[in-house]
């Protein structure tokens, strides 16, 4: 074999071996980012399964209340409104903000039950109040794995050198689930 035809299976065999990476370095973290962006999708869907949920009990919730706290008609036009909101949201940021003003609002509903002797040993709001708080235990999981799955996906595609990739691509970063500014604030307890 000659030097010359040596060196061509040489520079073929190391372009190939380049070529070879490259591809496999694309095929490969594209692929985790899809598997990835799948992921924090999935956990989305769940988060949204407990939502609805909620937003289902919250009818009902709302009836049993209304036959005894008739002059907190204000508290209950809230749920009521801020349930709407979350009803129409369509993006995730949407659904984000509205139902933290949901929880906002039933939490004031919460702390109007709380005037009422009688409701609270009322057997049907026991009931709904127990599964509106099972609920909100499945939300507070489901958003913490839906937070866990943006993490995730979030330093994957922002990691050099697989963030050229994720651009050329169109891979963006996705939205936290993050507490309303409300949640920060301490409570005021009084007696």
Do not use: C
Request: proline share 3%; aromatic share 10%; hydrophobic share 45%.
């Amino acid at each position: 074999m000659t030097k010359g035809k040596r060196n061509l299976i040489i520079a073929i065999v190391i372009i190939l071996v380049v070529v070879f990476s490259i591809y496999s370095f694309f095929k490969g973290n594209y692929n985790t980012f899809v598997l990835m962006d799948e992921a924090v999708k999935g956990s989305w869907a769940q988060v949204e399964n407990q939502l609805q949920r909620r937003y289902d009990l919250i009818p009902n919730l709302v009836e049993t209340v209304k036959g005894y706290a008739k002059q907190e008609k204000d508290v209950l036009i809230e749920v009521t409104n801020a349930r709407a909101k979350v009803g129409g949201a369509t993006r995730v940021p949407e659904k984000i903000s509205a139902n933290n003003e949901l929880s906002s609002a039933l939490s004031r509903l919460l702390v109007v039950v709380e005037r009422y002797p009688d409701l609270k040993s009322n057997q049907n709001f026991i009931r709904l109040q127990d599964e509106l708080a099972g609920t909100e235990n499945r939300i507070a999981v489901e958003r913490r794995r839906y937070n866990d799955a943006v993490k995730t996906y979030n330093v994957a595609i922002r990691s050099f050198p697989a963030n050229l990739l994720a651009g050329m691509f169109g891979f963006e970063k996705a939205a936290f689930f993050e507490a309303p500014a409300t949640a920060r604030a301490i409570p005021q307890v009084k007696f």
